[in-house]
């Protein structure tokens, strides 16, 4: 597995009239060539602004990159110039947006739209940059493209729309590709569509995908592995197994318990109380402490650092330090935990816990 | 396409017929009479004088030969100047107005745009506040301030350019030009600058520059155009400004354009010239309009008319 993207200690202000506002406060991860890496969280918690400082696509006369660095073929892109910058975005990192009704340009051809990166990067004419763009409208799946690639966006449904920004996206052959919310606009039979689309294309081009979102069935679908963010920070990070059915982090209980589920439908639908930290003046401790029911005095004092749970598998609670108190997760964490070999409620077939 | 385009002519034609109308009764209205010094006159003598300028027939009739004549493309005889067609003084007029108007609309709206790009791509900064008050200053200094300001200073301070009159080829046509650009100026200005921002923060530019397109790019190839249409609403307006607000300018200036001569005959009730001027404006400002209409579609796709197909 090599590392195509490593994100270290990165930590991002932004400077508004209120004050500062910590949006990132040290975010550490690892891309690896070819898979899934879903960042999940609720909104606020630092998703989709981690993922655009990684393009720079952050307003500058706001954001502020205070620490830490993101290396991508060992340049660090907080560093590069904005020229330098901008030979990377669109061809080797580029992005898929979270509403497609208005991440097209509403009065360029989509033809246009999908031919300028081609022209930008790489070096066709225009010609064989047509001919790309036909065989990516193809490829993400619009019919009869020939003629249709003359069209504007509003010719097009929300769905469809949503394809021509991932042939945009794919125009170049990435080798990063973030797509941020890129099915949440869309109702959900496209959506699966869509996913659909995005796991076949990343089985032909083996692009790395970053996807964020707060849909946690869609992370079941498409991630090999995933991040939970909090708060401007990743509390847990694991692979899909890991996170779904070996979660250590109060918070990610607290996102497993609150997803419906069909075996449970006699019983309430469970919410995490409290909102997101104001980030205006972080909490010192544990981010999650007021709203966890598990918080113990040295959450409110000190952040956790990450304790290891598998060579793949990390979580940022105090909960896993040697000294803690062991204690039960809710009862729907542990129903998912006795599935998975190697946590502690795990039950195998003759029914003893190990 | 073409047959909105042949509706829409068809109805440029309905509108001009009805302001005809409209301004032929409103014009009876009008106090006093076409003939100078009306009261000294005995009846016969008033009734030889309306005879000969065919205003002794009852009204409607007078209407219906107007509009026969109008219909010929025949603007009738000025009163004032004697046996002078009203077509001809318009033609020999015209052509100062609209060298001034559309000097002034060009330079106004290509300046203001500029001006306006780039208050809203260094939003916040001294470019922007610079151009903001250059803007306001525009808008609420009426133009016969400046267009005298611009006599004192530059004719007659620095001798630059002629102070005034129409007998210095283009040079006479630079002082008043720009006097009438300040309000399309500062008006595009704002448009420009407002709208810009606001495109410059949509999803579309985020993803442009998410594509790798630089600074140059982003403003002109993928904001520029969608900044542009709400200003292109208000240019027809805006002629429509420069056209009355020539009738100031032109006088400051001593220019013989329509808009003195239609001031002049509106004191001497020189009735076919106020009909024909009037018919000109409206002519003009239809054609705009429908110009304007016709560039809304070239511009923004969405909103462009089909002919037919739906």
Same mark, same amino acid.
Request: hydrophobic content about 45%.
């Given at each position: 597995?090599?590392?195509?993207?490593?994100?270290?200690?990165?930590?991002?202000?932004?400077?508004?009239?209120? =004050?500062?506002?910590?949006?990132?406060?040290?975010?550490?991860?690892?891309?690896?060539?070819?898979?899934?890496?879903?960042?999940?969280?609720?909104?606020?918690?630092?998703?989709?602004?981690?993922?655009?400082?990684?393009?720079?696509?952050?307003?500058?006369?706001?954001?502020?990159?205070?620490?830490?660095?993101?290396?991508?073929?060992?340049?660090?892109?907080?560093?590069?110039?904005?020229?330098?910058?901008?030979?990377?975005?669109?061809?080797?990192?580029?992005?898929?947006?979270?509403?497609?009704?208005?991440?097209?340009?509403?009065?360029?051809?989509?033809?246009?739209?999908?031919?300028?990166?081609?022209?930008?990067?790489?070096?066709?004419?225009?010609?064989?940059?047509?001919?790309?763009?036909?065989?990516?409208?193809?490829?993400?799946?619009?019919?009869?493209?020939?003629?249709?690639?003359?069209?504007?966006?509003?010719?097009?449904?929300?769905?469809?729309?949503?394809?021509?920004?991932?042939?945009?996206?794919?125009?170049?052959? $990435?080798?990063?590709?973030?797509?941020?919310?890129?099915?949440?606009?869309?109702?959900?039979?496209?959506?699966?569509?869509?996913?659909?689309?995005?796991?076949?294309?990343?089985?032909?081009?083996?692009?790395?995908?970053?996807?964020?979102?707060?849909?946690?069935?869609?992370?079941?679908?498409?991630?090999?592995?995933?991040?939970?963010?909090?708060?401007?920070?990743?509390?847990?990070?694991?692979?899909?197994?890991?996170?779904?059915?070996?979660?250590?982090?109060?918070?990610?209980?607290?996102?497993?318990?609150?997803?419906?589920?069909?075996?449970?439908?006699?019983?309430?639908?469970?919410?995490?109380?409290?909102?997101? $930290?104001?980030?205006?003046?972080?909490?010192? =401790?544990?981010?999650?402490?007021?709203?966890?029911? #598990?918080?113990?005095?040295?959450?409110?004092?000190?952040?956790?650092?990450?304790?290891?749970?598998?060579?793949?598998?990390?979580?940022?609670?105090?909960?896993?330090?040697?000294?803690?108190?062991?204690?039960?997760?809710?009862?729907?964490?542990?129903?998912?935990?006795?599935?998975?070999?190697?946590?502690?409620?795990?039950?195998?077939?003759?029914?003893?816990?190990? | 396409?073409?047959?909105?385009?042949?509706?829409?002519?068809?109805?440029?034609?309905?509108?001009?017929?009805?302001?005809?109308?409209?301004?032929?009764?409103?014009?009876?209205?009008?106090?006093?009479?076409?003939?100078?010094?009306?009261?000294?006159?005995?009846?016969?003598?008033?009734?030889?004088?309306?005879?000969?300028?065919?205003?002794?027939?009852?009204?409607?009739?007078?209407?219906?030969? #107007?509009?026969?004549?109008?219909?010929?493309?025949?603007? =009738?005889?000025?009163?004032?100047?004697?046996?002078?067609?009203?077509?001809?003084?318009?033609?020999?007029?015209?052509?100062?107005?609209?060298?001034?108007?559309?000097?002034?609309?060009?330079?106004?709206?290509?300046?203001?745009?500029?001006?306006?790009?780039?208050?809203?791509?260094?939003?916040?900064?001294?470019?922007?506040?610079?151009?903001?008050?250059?803007?306001?200053?525009?808008?609420?200094?009426?133009?016969?301030?400046?267009?005298?300001?611009?006599?004192?200073?530059?004719?007659?301070?620095?001798?630059?350019?002629?102070?005034?009159?129409?007998?210095?080829?283009?040079?006479?046509?630079?002082?008043?030009?720009?006097?009438?650009?300040?309000?399309?100026?500062?008006?595009?200005?704002?448009?420009?600058?407002?709208?810009?921002?606001?495109?410059?923060?949509?999803?579309?530019?985020?993803?442009?520059?998410?594509?790798?397109?630089?600074?140059?790019?982003?403003?002109?190839?993928?904001?520029?155009?969608?900044?542009?249409?709400?200003?292109?609403?208000?240019?027809?307006?805006?002629?429509?400004?420069?056209?009355?607000?020539?009738?100031?300018?032109?006088?400051?200036?001593?220019?013989?354009?329509?808009?003195?001569?239609?001031?002049?005959?509106?004191?001497?009730?020189?009735?076919?010239?106020?009909?024909?001027?009037?018919?000109?404006?409206?002519?003009?400002?239809?054609?705009?309009?429908?110009?304007?209409?016709?560039?809304? =579609?070239?511009?923004?796709?969405?909103?462009?008319?089909?002919?037919?197909?739906?």
């Amino acid at each position: 597995m090599t590392k195509i993207l490593e994100v270290k200690d990165l930590e991002l202000s932004f400077h508004t009239f209120a =004050g500062e506002v910590k949006a990132i406060r040290g975010v550490n991860f690892d891309l690896h060539k070819g898979e899934t890496l879903a960042i999940v969280g609720e909104s606020g918690s630092g998703k989709s602004v981690t993922t655009k400082s990684i393009m720079r696509l952050l307003p500058e006369s706001s954001a502020e990159y205070k620490n830490g660095e993101i290396l991508f073929e060992g340049k660090d892109l907080t560093k590069i110039p904005e020229k330098n910058m901008q030979k990377i975005r669109g061809k080797d990192i580029s992005m898929i947006f979270q509403d497609p009704m208005t991440s097209l340009n509403p009065t360029m051809t989509i033809g246009r739209q999908i031919m300028e990166p081609i022209l930008k990067h790489q070096k066709l004419n225009k010609s064989e940059a047509r001919k790309k763009t036909i065989e990516l409208l193809n490829l993400v799946g619009i019919p009869n493209a020939e003629n249709r690639y003359k069209m504007y966006p509003h010719q097009f449904s929300g769905g469809q729309r949503q394809r021509i920004v991932i042939a945009i996206a794919l125009a170049c052959n $990435p080798k990063i590709l973030i797509a941020d919310e890129p099915t949440t606009a869309l109702d959900v039979t496209i959506q699966a569509q869509i996913l659909e689309l995005m796991k076949d294309i990343q089985k032909k081009t083996d692009t790395s995908i970053i996807f964020i979102t707060h849909d946690l069935g869609v992370v079941a679908n498409v991630a090999d592995r995933v991040a939970v963010m909090y708060g401007g920070r990743i509390v847990e990070i694991g692979t899909v197994d890991e996170i779904f059915y070996n979660p250590q982090h109060p918070y990610t209980w607290g996102l497993l318990s609150s997803m419906p589920s069909m075996d449970l439908e006699d019983q309430k639908l469970y919410a995490i109380p409290g909102t997101p $930290p104001d980030l205006l003046n972080p909490p010192k =401790g544990d981010a999650f402490a007021l709203r966890s029911e #598990y918080a113990m005095r040295i959450d409110m004092e000190r952040r956790a650092p990450f304790f290891k749970v598998s060579e793949t598998h990390y979580a940022a609670t105090w909960l896993l330090h040697p000294q803690a108190p062991q204690v039960e997760p809710p009862a729907l964490v542990i129903e998912r935990m006795k599935t998975f070999k190697g946590s502690r409620y795990y039950v195998d077939q003759t029914g003893g816990t190990v | 396409m073409v047959k909105y385009i042949g509706k829409r002519i068809v109805y440029m034609f309905i509108t001009l017929i009805l302001i005809a109308t409209a301004s032929f009764f409103l014009m009876q209205t009008l106090p006093g009479s076409p003939i100078a010094s009306y009261n000294k006159l005995n009846d016969t003598q008033k009734a030889i004088v309306e005879k000969k300028y065919g205003i002794d027939k009852p009204k409607p009739v007078q209407y219906a030969i #107007y509009m026969k004549n109008l219909a010929k493309g025949d603007l =009738g005889t000025s009163f004032v100047f004697k046996g002078k067609s009203v077509n001809d003084l318009l033609a020999k007029r015209l052509k100062p107005s609209l060298i001034l108007g559309a000097q002034a609309m060009v330079f106004g709206t290509i300046v203001g745009i500029l001006l306006g790009m780039l208050a809203a791509l260094k939003h916040n900064t001294f470019w922007d506040y610079g151009s903001t008050f250059l803007a306001i200053l525009g808008i609420s200094i009426p133009s016969f301030v400046f267009a005298s300001l611009l006599q004192y200073w530059i004719a007659s301070e620095w001798h630059l350019l002629p102070v005034g009159l129409w007998n210095d080829g283009w040079k006479s046509s630079v002082l008043p030009s720009l006097a009438l650009a300040m309000g399309p100026l500062a008006l595009s200005a704002r448009f420009i600058r407002t709208e810009m921002i606001e495109v410059l923060n949509s999803d579309y530019i985020v993803l442009a520059k998410a594509k790798g397109a630089n600074g140059f790019e982003i403003a002109f190839k993928h904001a520029f155009r969608n900044a542009l249409i709400p200003l292109i609403t208000v240019l027809g307006p805006l002629a429509a400004g420069l056209v009355t607000g020539s009738l100031v300018v032109e006088q400051i200036f001593a220019i013989p354009g329509i808009g003195e001569q239609f001031v002049s005959s509106i004191m001497t009730n020189d009735h076919a010239t106020i009909m024909g001027t009037t018919l000109m404006f409206s002519a003009f400002l239809i054609v705009v309009i429908f110009i304007v209409d016709i560039l809304y =579609g070239v511009i923004d796709p969405r909103i462009r008319v089909s002919g037919g197909k739906g």
